[in-house]
């Protein structure tokens, strides 16, 4: 029987300074995840958790398409405390998908099967992602994790493939990830921890429940902060989740997908042409963005389309 997948949204009306590729909008992130959704059918639910006032076009699409929450979170940090406590406390059964899901994600069309597909196949993986090739180098032995000099799946000919991907165990990930229900009850309260440790901390909550160190003894002191009382309270907060890194009989198993089937449409090295200048990537995200487009335009749908979306323009990006 293969696994239910419940999408949790968070989305916020507030935008990042970050480059964004021309055909950027939470419109489009939006219809490529109910994209993927859609061949699911009622193997899927979404519930969409907004952080205060969302346009009315796009909560008016959300309320078509799953059930919406309101909350005043202010901050990433706040509503994802607030999703996980809120799923972790529902019934449900313990091997299905909750996939945490931000509001500026690109979504391949097959994204969600292919998640699926990897977990009815990995039953003894509790975590997934499919953003982020930093592959984890499991001949490496110590309490700190070693990444891999190959990305993803390279020089890795074993590597199985469910779906669209072949997959990986992998070294981190972003705030938007996948992750069984029993795993999330039992890890719930270090995923609510996790925030307050600043910086990276959707990065060191993966090494954590990996069962590594996610902070060097240097990141413990207040001066690694500057010496504020913010600094202070991180470097305790952090040597805490130290203590709770969890036994080597329990430690999760995170896999990675390769290629990557969802992108976090933020981009720092254009060229003058507005194509990334450092990064490769096996999937054209312009023509997915252009696909889903079309896709939402014959649902009836209007999604901006941007200023210089052109087919065979790439979008990559890598995991903190």
């Not at 592959?135 to 390279?154: E, F, K, M, N, Y």
């Not at 999760?252 to 194509?275: A, F, K, N």
Request: hydrophobic share 40%.
């Amino acid at each position: 029987m293969s696994s239910r997948v419940r999408i949790v949204y968070r989305s916020a009306e507030s935008e990042n300074t970050k480059p964004r590729p021309p055909y950027y909008s939470k419109t489009l992130a939006l219809a490529s995840l109910l994209r993927a959704v859609e061949p699911l059918g009622d193997d899927a639910e979404i519930v969409f958790v907004n952080d205060g006032d969302i346009p009315a076009d796009r909560l008016a699409l959300m309320e078509a398409h799953g059930t919406v929450r309101r909350i005043e979170g202010g901050s990433n940090r706040a509503t994802f405390r607030a999703v996980v406590a809120h799923e972790a406390a529902l019934a449900g059964e313990p091997d299905d998908l909750v996939w945490f899901a931000e509001d500026d994600y690109l979504y391949a069309p097959d994204a969600l099967t292919s998640l699926r597909a990897a977990a009815d196949a990995f039953p003894g993986t509790d975590y997934f992602a499919m953003y982020g090739s930093g592959s984890l180098d499991l001949d490496a032995s110590g309490a700190r994790a070693v990444r891999r000099d190959q990305p993803g799946t390279d020089g890795l000919p074993d590597a199985p493939r469910r779906g669209a991907a072949a997959w990986f165990r992998a070294h981190s990930t972003t705030s938007t990830f996948g992750v069984r229900r029993a795993a999330l009850r039992q890890d719930a309260a270090l995923l609510r921890r996790m925030p307050y440790t600043g910086g990276a901390w959707d990065r060191a909550t993966c090494l954590a429940l990996q069962g590594f160190r996610p902070f060097a003894a240097a990141d413990l002191l207040p001066d690694a902060d500057g010496g504020t009382l913010r600094g202070v309270v991180r470097g305790v907060v952090r040597a805490a989740v130290g203590l709770l890194v969890r036994r080597p009989s329990r430690h999760r198993v995170l896999m990675g997908s390769d290629p990557e089937l969802v992108w976090h449409m933020e981009i720092h090295d254009y060229d003058e042409r507005g194509r990334p200048s450092t990064a490769t990537c096996a999937v054209d995200w312009a023509a997915v963005a252009v696909d889903t487009m079309f896709w939402a335009a014959d649902r009836g749908i209007p999604v901006p389309s941007g200023t210089a979306v052109t087919s065979g323009r790439r979008g990559c990006d890598t995991a903190s």
